[in-house]
T-cell receptor, first 114, second 114 residues
């Protein structure tokens, strides 16, 4: 049981390049989330999904796309990277139900956009 | 709007001394409350959570937190800190359905003096 995995761990991009951050979980969780962490800002929600085939916008969705074609995977796409997207990105998952809402986090992807 | 406030950006505590990290929330109803810890370069680890019931919650690593509805607070405490407790601590709140992720405070950086 690996929990939540993220790849890559670190990436450097040039402005305008595209890339996909991968996230996978093996806990059969319905809910999955993408957050970004910036110094002094805590974590902010980018997009989330409440199940296969669903996605929804969070607090800071601009410049990012997501999809949920399987329960396990929730990739985050940057179509045209900007320096403002330099951040640490965390994927998380949780099961359904009001008493089981604990979110489990992946180790993060550090992204630098030049 | 929902918000979580951690008033202290940095806290310095001597090893062996007691610790209290403050967290205040602003929500329409009683939210689910969490404390996470993040060591340098690592992901987030759940310390404890409050959903309902007993307002004093025990967590891992000797931490506890007390929910006070009248003060909209969920402060984290530890009776005696260890050098390994040096990390970033995040308080977070969720609405209950899990659908829209967690709202995080900006974090408190804990420094342990020898």
């Amino acid at each position: 049981n690996a929990g939540v995995t993220q790849t890559p761990k670190f990436r450097v991009l040039k402005t305008g390049q595209s890339m996909t951050l991968l996230c996978a979980q093996d806990m059969n969780h319905e809910y999955m989330y993408w957050y970004r962490q910036d110094p002094g800002m805590g974590l902010r929600l980018i997009h989330y999904s409440v199940g296969e085939g669903t996605t929804a916008k969070g607090e800071v969705p601009d410049g990012y796309n997501v999809s949920r074609s399987t329960t396990e995977d929730f990739p985050l796409r940057l179509l045209s990277a900007a320096p403002s997207q330099t951040s640490v990105y965390f994927c998380a998952s949780s099961s359904t139900g009001p008493r089981t809402e604990t979110q489990y986090f992946g180790p993060g992807t550090r992204l630098l956009v030049l | 709007a929902q918000s979580v406030t951690q008033p202290d950006i940095h806290i310095t505590v001597s090893e062996g001394a007691s610790l209290e990290l403050r967290c205040n929330y602003s929500y329409g109803a009683t939210p689910y409350l969490f404390w996470y810890v993040q060591s340098p370069g690592q992901g987030l680890q759940l310390l404890l959570k409050y959903f309902s019931g007993d307002t004093l919650v025990q967590g891992i690593k000797g931490f506890e937190a007390e929910f006070k509805r009248s003060q909209s607070s969920f402060n984290l405490r530890k009776p005696s800190v260890h050098w390994s407790d040096a990390a970033e601590y995040f308080c977070a709140a969720g609405g209950g359905g899990g659908a829209d992720g967690l709202t995080f405070g900006k974090g408190t950086h804990l420094i342990i003096q020898p």
